[in-house]
């Protein structure tokens, strides 16, 4: 197999668990067409977040019954089949995910009041706001890979102190991180409020914040593919060239991170796996990854003479559960190499946090302080 990594989803591990029939019942109060009622969550038994159909029954509600393993934890939503007719809360807001853990038999009766496609810009239920200065470059192209915006965060300091020049943080899944309007949920990782806490209680230097929006093409650009050499090379032919001469910037490898979550997680450790020498930290929350030993252990990486820095955490419940596997061989192989754990790899684990943006949005001081403390 000629790839570094491939995603942990895929893989199967079988674990000794108790079976629980989980029988989920939608009444849908409106359907507006003929399409099916779905579910679509975060295990492979409902789609790893594609959608997989209902039944209709002659009363009028949708069943599907699932076997899950005792003991694992699931997100999940209802949608008709898109995301752009996903079900609304009565409140007429699109909902967080649903929450589920099972422990045995059980039911789930779900009311559909509207859908999303029925109500006129429904949104998220808002939580925050966008903190400082943001510039956001539309439709930026490069070869290979979809169109998309690019949103840069300017430091506090950026138009009083004309002279001073900044290190760059480079984040995925730019629609997520400064603005909860267009996050998926509503909450965005608050990465703007972040580092403003963080430089105002005098805990991290002044940055750059650039969010590159995702696209449909997100799992492969994503990943270590022909479409994520694309992006990769869009990331530092195109994007980074633009912002070091647009803005004032410190452009170094020593000045310039990358960071994301999950898929994202996986393209930060991309980037400075194959590009060292652009990029000398990446802050891997929750990542998708999985490695090929061979490739990893007969690399001469990291390059002499450009040493890289790693955060990496993970949380505990849910698809969190099924990415650990991935976190712990990467540690595993990253100590084998040379890392060194509490200096230039930090781990962290929170076995109580859910895969989202909320949670995201907690621990990103952590590796914000980690790569751009004030004592670094």
């Given at each position: ?65 699932v076997e899950f393993d005792s003991g694992v934890t699931v997100d999940f939503k209802i949608t008709r089949g898109s995301w752009d007719n996903e079900a609304l809360d009565e409140d007429l807001t699109v909902p967080g995910n649903r929450h589920l853990t099972v422990t045995g038999d059980t039911t789930i009766i779900i009311t559909i009041f509207k859908w999303k496609d029925e109500v006129a810009g429904a949104k998220p239920k ?251």
């Open positions: 197999m000629n790839r570094l990594l491939v995603l942990i989803a895929v893989l199967s591990l079988p674990l000794p668990c108790n079976a629980a029939d989980v029988t989920f019942i939608v009444t849908p109060r409106s359907m507006p067409d003929t399409g099916s009622v779905s579910i679509a969550g975060s295990h492979d038994l409902i789609g790893n977040w594609q959608s997989i159909p209902f039944e209709r029954y002659p009363d009028g509600t949708w069943r599907k019954t808002i939580q925050g706001q966008i903190t400082g200065t943001v510039i956001t470059h539309k439709n930026m192209t490069g070869a290979g890979v979809l169109p998309r915006d690019v949103h840069v965060w300017l430091p506090p300091t950026y138009d009083s102190k004309t002279g001073k020049r900044y290190p760059v943080l480079y984040m995925h899944d730019g629609q997520q991180i400064f603005d909860p309007r267009t996050s998926t949920h509503g909450i965005d990782w608050q990465i703007d409020e972040a580092v403003t806490r963080l430089v105002a209680d005098s805990k991290m230097r002044e940055v750059i914040v650039v969010g590159v929006n995702n696209t449909a093409n997100r799992r492969s650009e994503y990943s270590d593919t022909v479409d994520g050499k694309a992006y990769q090379d869009f990331l530092i032919n195109v994007v980074k060239p633009f912002i070091d001469e647009q803005y004032r910037t410190l452009p170094g490898r020593e000045h310039t991170a990358a960071m994301g979550a999950s898929m994202g997680g996986l393209a930060s450790f991309l980037l400075v796996w194959h590009h060292p020498d652009v990029f000398s930290m990446a802050a891997c929350l929750s990542p998708a990854f999985w490695l090929d030993w061979d490739e990893l252990r007969t690399s001469t990486w990291p390059i002499q003479g450009m040493p890289v820095r790693i955060y990496m955490d993970n949380g505990g419940i849910g698809l969190e559960e099924r990415l650990q596997p991935g976190c712990d061989l990467m540690l595993e192989a990253l100590q084998t190499k040379g890392f060194i754990l509490g200096k230039d790899l930090i781990w962290f684990k929170d076995k109580n946090a859910a895969h989202t943006e909320e949670e995201w949005a907690r621990r990103a001081p952590m590796p914000l302080q980690y790569h751009f403390g004030i004592d670094n």
